[in-house]
T-cell receptor, first 114, second 113 residues
Framework: AQSVAQPEDQVNVAEGNPLTVKCTYS??????LFWYVQYPNRGLQFLLK??????LVKGSYGFEAEFNKSQTSFHLKKPSALVSDSALYFC????????????FGSGTQLTVLP | IAGITQAPTSQILAAGRRMTLRCTQD?????MYWYRQDLGLGLRLIHY???????GKGEVPDGYSVSRANTDDFPLTLASAVPSQTSVYFC????????????FGQGTRLTVV
């Protein structure tokens, strides 16, 4: 079985400061990892994914994520937060088996304070 | 604009009633999914379909059924709604490769009273 943990329900950061949203995963074998963002009353939007290769993945809106196999983590980062980054962020994992289903974490509400 | 369309956007439903949530995609994706989103629980998979004509059970399938008669449509049916099925429901689709991201619809907010 595959699972994702997002240990922080809420992250607050000041505008202009770096932000980190944490994610750890559990899966058999090597994972595919994804980050999504959800704005109020909207569906999920894809931000970035890790497939293989470089452990630092760059995505939309200046976000990046670092894959760490030994710590089974895939933390989302941004060097300088914007108020408009305030949203609900989800980490997701898919195993490299026959199943295509994504398993999501419980989500982290990011609030960027002006 | 290509994407996923869900209908209705929101619905208040009496307990015991039957309801079908509609989902249509125009991206010709093979795989489609239904998730429910509940506060503090994230998104949980209800049912999925890897290709037209096949379906599978996800994490929370009880009380729900799906069909996949063609590539584009993936309706979700609640045979007899209960209050615990109050939730926001998201349909999603993805291409065949396992490393491909899923695309989501805007969601259906369902309240069972």
């Amino acid at each position: 079985a595959q699972s994702v943990a997002q240990p922080e329900d809420q992250v607050n950061v000041a505008e202009g400061n770096p932000l980190t949203v944490k994610c750890t995963y559990s899966v058999s074998g090597n994972p595919y990892l994804f980050w999504y963002v959800q704005y109020p009353n909207r569906g999920l939007q894809f931000l970035l994914k890790y497939i293989t290769g470089d452990n630092l993945v760059k995505g939309s809106y200046g976000f990046e994520a670092e894959f760490n196999k030994s710590q089974t983590s895939f933390h989302l980062k941004k060097p300088s937060a914007l108020v408009s980054d305030s949203a609900l962020y989800f980490c997701a994992v898919r195993s490299r088996g026959s199943a295509r289903q994504l398993t999501f974490g419980s989500g982290t509400q990011l609030t960027v304070l002006p | 604009i290509a994407g996923i369309t869900q209908a209705p956007t929101s619905q208040i439903l009496a307990a015991g009633r039957r309801m079908t949530l509609r989902c249509t995609q125009d991206m010709r994706h093979n795989a489609m999914y239904w998730y429910r989103q509940d506060l503090g629980l994230g998104l949980r998979l209800i049912h999925y379909s890897n290709t037209a004509g096949t379906t599978g059970k996800g994490e929370v399938p009880d009380g729900y059924s799906v069909s996949r008669a063609n590539t584009d449509d993936f309706p979700l049916t609640l045979a007899s709604a209960v209050p615990s099925q109050t939730s926001v429901y998201f349909c999603a689709s993805s291409d065949s490769g396992q490393n491909t991201e899923a695309f989501f619809g805007q969601g259906t907010r369902l309240t069972v009273v």
